[in-house]
């Protein structure tokens, strides 16, 4: 299905959308929660490494499978070959209806949020330039996949142009060491589920790899260089995540970190005062807008899988023929984007469905293990190291994820399992229409 993509994204391309994909607005929101919950310097830096180390066990993992497999539509591929054409459309059911549209739209608030610290908005006028935002990054990404990766490679550099001054600024310009505030670490009986509690926010904040897989039908040399992209965009990230912690905990106080929401906006006001402050306030809005600009640019092809396979509309699968991109499946993303948007609903949403998300991670990656019993495709492959222990680490960590998740929130879970059951009567449907016998659920 690839064959009538342009070919137009190179490994920095890839790569820009991994880091754009990864770096929203966690790195400067979660620290807060996390030290809430720790209370311990070492032990916040711990878990950031954890959550580092999960990240490229799941990166290479996913490595492997883009390597073997650079379908279009990525996950939503793998998902489908690997266990039934059900399991990849209830991903892109998903993605399309809360999932990715659901972070959208809380993307483009957030970065208007941000954005109204400069220039004054009511609340009504925030969600017209939400959706403007909304509007014009589709518009964007239909008049070419270049021209869409170029404002994804602008924001993701901006981002890891604006961590690294912080970083550097903490490092070089920072005022004395404040002294070392106690903030009560959890007994140790309630350490394992205070560890729990911030491994949300860290996973939250380190999910979005996957992206680069998405677009495997524009990028040259896909099996090498979405892999590549994959691994160093992840250690990109980890870099930086780790960087930022330190330079937080470098210019505040463990008790000042755990009290202040907007860990990142302090320490920048601590370094150069009020318009360090104005800064970080920016850089949020461009980390949100360019995050917006990735999720805008990959999830579509989905749908345009979903489409050319059978399970969606028609139309879907018809690329733009002067463009060459998925037109109508950008245009129907942004329909329901800008609806949540209106509804002010999505953040509920996103909450329903954050371990459904955790769900299909942990079953792309268990399809490596089914891939390896089939006959290898192809020559030679990038195979995943420490295979079967870095899979496996990984499905485990993701598991214990979901049912921690649900375990602690079983009304919006259940929710998140209503809206991934109704996909089952769509499947139907759309099957049925296209003549095929329904597959396997």
Not at 176 to 194: C, D, R
Not at 423 to 438: D, F, H
Request: aromatic share 12%; glycine share 10%.
């Amino acid at each position: 299905m690839s064959h009538a993509f342009r070919r137009s994204l190179g490994v920095f391309d890839l790569t820009m959308i991994v880091v754009g994909a990864i770096i929203g607005s966690g790195i400067f929101l979660t620290p807060s929660m996390i030290m809430r919950h720790l209370g311990d310097p070492s032990t916040v830096i711990g878990v950031w490494v954890l959550g580092g180390l999960m990240a490229i066990a799941g990166a290479l993992t996913f490595t492997e499978l883009a390597h073997a497999r650079p379908h279009v539509g990525g996950m939503y591929a793998w998902l489908s070959a690997a266990f039934s054409p059900f399991a990849g459309f209830a991903y892109g059911w998903c993605m399309l209806l809360v999932m990715n549209s659901g972070s959208l739209a809380a993307l483009f608030t957030a970065c208007v949020t941000y954005l109204a610290v400069f220039v004054p908005m009511s609340g009504p006028l925030q969600k017209v330039v939400a959706i403007g935002l909304c509007l014009s990054l589709t518009v964007v990404n239909i008049l070419g996949v270049k021209q869409g990766s170029v404002v994804s490679n602008l924001f993701s550099l901006a981002k890891i142009v604006g961590l690294a001054a912080l970083i550097l600024g903490a490092l070089f310009f920072a005022p004395s060491s404040p002294p070392p505030q106690s903030v009560s670490l959890p007994p140790p009986g309630n350490l394992i589920a205070a560890v729990a509690m911030a491994m949300v926010g860290v996973l939250w904040s380190y999910g979005g790899w996957q992206y680069a897989t998405f677009p495997a039908g524009e990028a040259r040399r896909a099996e090498w260089n979405i892999p590549v992209s994959i691994l160093v965009g992840v250690a990109i990230v980890v870099l930086l995540y780790i960087g930022a912690n330190l330079s937080y905990l470098s210019v505040l106080s463990p008790a000042e970190i755990a009290a202040e929401e907007r860990v990142a906006s302090l320490t920048a006001e601590r370094i150069a005062g009020r318009a360090g402050a104005g800064i970080i306030s920016a850089l949020i809005a461009v980390s949100t807008f360019g995050t917006a600009s990735v999720y805008t640019l990959a999830a579509p092809r989905i749908y345009y899988a979903m489409a050319h396979d059978g399970v969606f509309f028609r139309s879907v699968a018809i690329l733009h023929p002067r463009w060459g991109t998925p037109a109508t499946a950008l245009m129907i993303q942004a329909g329901v984007v800008c609806v949540l948007i209106l509804s002010g609903t999505f953040e509920e949403l996103i909450s329903y469905v954050a371990f459904i998300d955790w769900v299909f991670y942990a079953l792309a990656a268990a399809s490596v293990f089914v891939f390896r019993r089939r006959p290898q495709e192809g020559g030679r492959r990038f195979l995943t190291p420490g295979y079967p222990l870095t899979p496996a680490l990984f499905i485990l960590v993701s598991i214990w994820f979901v049912v921690y998740l649900f375990y602690n929130e079983p009304v919006k879970s259940g929710i998140g399992l209503t809206i991934l059951a109704a996909s089952v009567p769509a499947y139907v449907l759309w099957s049925r229409r296209a003549g095929k016998a329904t597959s396997r659920i």
